[in-house]
């Protein structure tokens, strides 16, 4: 039976709230609907930041001291107000809407003490859409011995084989924290973690040029590649380990750079975002034929370029040039997720977060 769902997402970026409509039975998309967006504002982005500082102190899942309950209230409403917007500009009403699946905004992820936190209180939302709210989807996999991420590597299989392309495909997305999925025909499915994404980047030009990003790419495209440092970044042992692997945002928040000119800096940090994705090419079971990318960096011109020098022979494409809408692709993934847990399919798998079995998972706050 197909569904109509919306998807949520609000990255480890901190730039806002992704909306996006998929009909979907689970196993493959029918067709995509229309997607929407509610950028974080500044007090919203210095709230979540101060929130990922005081989080680190978190011992237990469900605690939410001092500036985390300010900043779940704050998640909490501004994914209302997205959906409120985006139904209203697209004319949907919630009966049109069979579940919503919320991601909730990750302030900790730290899997080997089987600990993930999202904030976001998904009962309050359902009162406020009055549709069914699916949340809470890598608790079951990290309570299992799973690493809770990453998690939309079934949603980029069913992309993937809508292209009837010769494999390994790997799908590479670049948002706070970077990840990639191999796909090899039905049966291999490979997903990890590589490194930084934007994040290292986004905090770099914030303290900088009081800028929230890199836009296109042009800071780095004017600096030069401290390319030792990007070497003896390279050595931690995170990037020698195999998939599956996961990340927290600020796992890499103790690299400092020299004292350097801001484009030098901005051009070291996105050479090693993707250098880190290329290291990823040695530990996968053989040498991918084409790389598609998504995410916030697809659009880095000049991240895009440094991937395409060091994954050659290979191809790299932006996902949004074979008609997939890059911005949109992890909102749909958890609209995607939230009907494979309606129907008790499995979310992650060994090979994509180390998981001992195929989980599903995923609960549902009713309106």
């Known amino acids: 039976?197909?569904?109509?769902?919306?998807?949520?997402?609000?990255?480890t970026s901190l730039d806002g709230v992704d909306v996006a409509m998929i009909e979907t039975d689970g196993k493959r998309v029918k067709a995509?609907?229309?997607?929407?967006?509610?950028?974080?504002?500044?007090?919203?982005?210095?709230?979540?930041?101060?929130?990922?500082?005081?989080?680190?102190?978190?011992?237990?899942?469900?605690?939410?001291?001092?500036?985390?309950?300010?900043?779940?209230?704050?998640?909490?409403?501004?994914?209302?107000?997205?959906?409120?917007?985006?139904t209203a500009q697209n004319r949907i009403t919630c009966e049109d809407i069979d579940i919503v699946g919320f991601h909730g905004q990750t302030v900790l992820h730290r899997p080997e003490r089987?600990?993930?936190?999202?904030?976001?209180?998904?009962?309050?939302?359902?009162?406020?859409?009055?549709?069914?709210?699916?949340?809470?989807?890598?608790?079951?996999?990290?309570?299992?011995?799973g690493q809770g991420a990453p998690f939309v590597p079934v949603y980029h299989r069913a992309l993937?084989?809508?292209?009837?392309?010769?494999?390994?495909?790997v799908v590479v997305n670049i948002g706070g924290v970077s990840n990639i999925t191999y796909i090899d025909g039905n049966d291999t499915l490979i997903a990890c973690d590589t490194g930084p994404g934007n994040a290292l980047l986004d905090d770099y030009m914030v303290r900088m040029t009081d800028q929230p990003f890199d836009c296109e790419g042009r800071m780095a495209a004017q600096g030069m590649v401290d390319v030792a440092w990007v070497m003896r970044a390279l050595e931690l042992p995170f990037f020698a380990l195999q998939p599956p692997k996961s990340l927290d945002r600020n796992d890499f928040a103790s690299l400092k750079l020299r004292d350097m000119p801001p484009a030098d800096g901005a051009a070291t940090l996105t050479a090693f975002t993707a250098e880190a994705i290329a290291r990823i090419v040695p530990l996968l079971p053989k040498e991918p034929k084409s790389w598609i990318v998504a995410g916030g960096g697809a659009r880095n011109l000049t991240m895009f370029r440094m991937l395409r020098e060091r994954l050659q022979p290979a191809t790299v494409e932006a996902a949004e040039a074979l008609g997939w809408a890059a911005d949109a692709i992890e909102a749909q993934a958890f609209g995607?997720?939230?009907?494979?847990?309606?129907?008790?399919?499995?979310?992650?798998?060994?090979?994509?977060?180390?998981?001992?079995?195929?989980?599903?998972?995923?609960?549902?706050?009713?309106?």
């Open 160 to 169: 993937a084989q809508s292209l009837e392309r010769e494999g390994p495909i």
């Open 1 to 11: 039976m197909m569904l109509t769902t919306i998807g949520l997402m609000s990255g």
């Open 32 to 86: 995509f609907g229309p997607s929407g967006y509610r950028p974080y504002t500044k007090d919203e982005r210095n709230l979540l930041r101060q929130a990922l500082t005081e989080a680190v102190d978190l011992a237990e899942r469900d605690a939410r001291p001092g500036i985390l309950r300010e900043a779940e209230r704050a998640v909490t409403i501004a994914h209302a107000e997205a959906i409120a917007a985006f």
């Open 336 to 367: 995607f997720l939230a009907a494979r847990g309606l129907k008790g399919l499995p979310l992650s798998y060994p090979a994509t977060t180390g998981v001992p079995m195929p989980m599903t998972g995923g609960i549902i706050a009713r309106p």
């Open 114 to 145: 089987k600990l993930t936190v999202q904030i976001g209180d998904a009962a309050a939302l359902a009162k406020a859409i009055h549709i069914p709210v699916m949340h809470d989807f890598r608790a079951a996999d990290v309570a299992a011995g």
